[in-house]
């Protein structure tokens, strides 16, 4: 089946230390996408890529770092300059601008804590 | 700059009624889509609805329809005959050019039997 992989469901951050969330999709779709969400709060737009070796800064991409290498992987490092990284991650996908009416496809998400 | 606004923070209907969510956007983009979300509380995102900035007829996905209003940059979700699993939070989102999609805060919809 074709899909969006996030790994660790669960991820625990020291102080000063940083962490990196895997996404890896299947559904050969150019465009991927990072968002966070606070408990109770929409999703925030970290980091998006249209295609390999390019991606832009979405509203809130202070103390994180992105790449994208691959077009299957999208990982997202989390880095000690960011100092309340607590909340659920989400990585997203979708097909490129030629097909704007598809949804984007959406991982089960990472939830950060600090240790 | 793109903007998403949900007004209703949270939600009442009472099961097999009607109920509206409601959503504006801001952007300068002419070509854009509008899309609705389902995030149960188990996490996921569930794709429910699309419309197209060039679409002249309003949406509609089974017990779900879009009330496309582009002069007054609204779009308004309709859940027609509430069931208990609808209880969810719901978001708008918007694509614009260059592939940025950006969400609205959500709403809250909670169904009572």
């Known amino acids: 089946d074709g899909g969006i992989t996030q790994s660790p469901k669960y991820l625990f951050r020291k102080e000063g230390q940083n962490v990196t969330l895997s996404c890896e999709q299947n559904l050969n779709h150019d465009a991927m996408y990072w968002y966070r969400q606070d408990p109770g709060q929409g999703l925030r737009l970290i980091y998006y890529s249209q295609i390999v070796n390019d991606f832009q800064k979405g509203d809130i991409a202070e103390g994180y770092s992105v790449s994208r290498e691959k077009k299957e992987s999208f990982p997202l490092t989390v880095t000690s300059a960011q100092k309340n990284p607590t909340a659920f991650y989400l990585c997203?996908?979708?097909?490129?601008?030629?097909?704007?009416?598809?949804?984007?496809?959406f991982g089960d998400g990472t939830r950060l804590s600090i240790l | 700059a793109q903007k998403i606004t949900q007004t209703q923070p949270g939600m009442f209907v009472q099961e097999k009624e009607a109920v509206t969510l409601d959503c504006t956007y801001d952007?300068?983009?002419?070509?854009?889509?509008l899309f609705w979300y389902k995030q149960p509380s188990s996490g996921e995102m569930i794709f429910l609805i699309y419309?197209?900035?060039?679409?002249?007829q309003n949406a509609t996905e089974g017990r779900y329809s879009l009330n496309f209003q582009k002069a007054r940059k609204s779009a308004n979700l309709v859940i027609s005959a509430s069931q208990l699993g609808d209880s969810a939070m719901y978001f708008c989102?918007?694509?614009?050019?260059?592939?940025?999609?950006?969400f609205g805060p959500g709403t809250s919809l909670s169904v009572i039997p």
């Open positions: 997203a996908s979708s097909v490129n601008r030629d097909y704007s009416n598809q949804p984007q496809h």
């Open positions: 419309q197209g900035s060039y679409d002249e």
């Open positions: 989102a918007m694509r614009g050019v260059y592939d940025k999609v950006i």
């Open positions: 952007t300068s983009d002419q070509s854009y889509g």
